[in-house]
């Protein structure tokens, strides 16, 4: 199955989801499948891993990276630069906004209420089981209230990226793909797709899925594992 997913789209989810992550792997992912492609780094909370880390690797590949002015590239400041709001006016096939983690990090969107109020968005909590408040489905739906409180927007699908870094094997992923079974069925959301290394794919019981598998390359390291 592939992802066939278009428009505006907010990736959100607490903090050490695996979030952004998944946003510069579904962009890429999207852009090889000839959609046209634009992401914006709007996670303004977390030091280590954003998107501006891989912007070279998305730029590369032709996808449009919006993030703040270089002077701002370090900070942990509001700063919203005009062509944010831009590229939710005048949106690409794909759009995607990669919010910052937990309410805190999507209190970013609030701010752009009035621009995307007249688009269509789709929000997307990614979820990792093995990440603190997020192993059951009612630590999952804690946090989906308290980012649609800080937001002011709805999450519209689900999303897991069931992982333990080097240490993850298959039985995590179903072990996740299980729990965003039992969190679309409390909250009727919809389950869009799930993460996976790509090493691990040929690995998986792909029988066991119901939904598309978004293949992951790691791009993103903590700064321990920076050279």
């Given amino acids: 199955m592939d992802i066939d997913i278009k428009g505006i789209v907010v990736i959100c989810g607490n903090y050490?989801?695996?979030?952004t992550e998944t946003a510069v792997n579904l962009a890429a992912a999207r852009k090889k499948d000839g959609i046209d492609v634009k992401i914006a780094d709007l996670d303004l909370v977390n030091p280590y891993f954003r998107?501006?880390?891989?912007?070279?690797?998305?730029e590369d590949i032709g996808i449009e990276v919006v993030l703040p002015d270089k002077k701002y590239m370090h900070a942990d400041l509001p700063i919203l630069t005009p062509a944010v709001a831009g590229i939710i006016q005048q949106p690409s096939e794909l759009?995607?906004?990669d919010a910052g983690g937990d309410d805190a990090g999507v209190t970013v969107l609030a701010a752009l209420e009035d621009h995307l109020s007249k688009k269509e968005v789709h929000m997307l909590q990614v979820i990792n089981l093995f990440r603190p408040f997020t192993e059951n489905v009612q630590g999952c739906i804690k946090i989906k209230e308290e980012i649609e409180s800080s937001s002011k927007m709805k999450i519209t699908g689900l999303v897991s990226n069931a992982n333990l870094i080097d240490e993850t094997i298959p039985e995590h992923i179903y072990k996740g793909y299980n729990l965003l079974k039992d969190i679309s069925c409390e909250t009727g959301l919809k389950i869009e797709?799930?993460?996976?290394?790509s090493h691990l794919i040929p690995q998986l019981e792909m029988d066991r899925f119901t939904c598309p598998i978004l293949e992951i390359n790691r791009r993103l390291n903590p700064p321990w594992k920076r050279v």
């Fill in 95 to 97: 759009t995607i906004l």
């Fill in 51 to 58: 998107t501006r880390e891989a912007r070279v690797y998305l």
């Fill in 16 to 19: 050490g989801s695996g979030k």
């Fill in 193 to 197: 797709f799930i993460t996976a290394v």
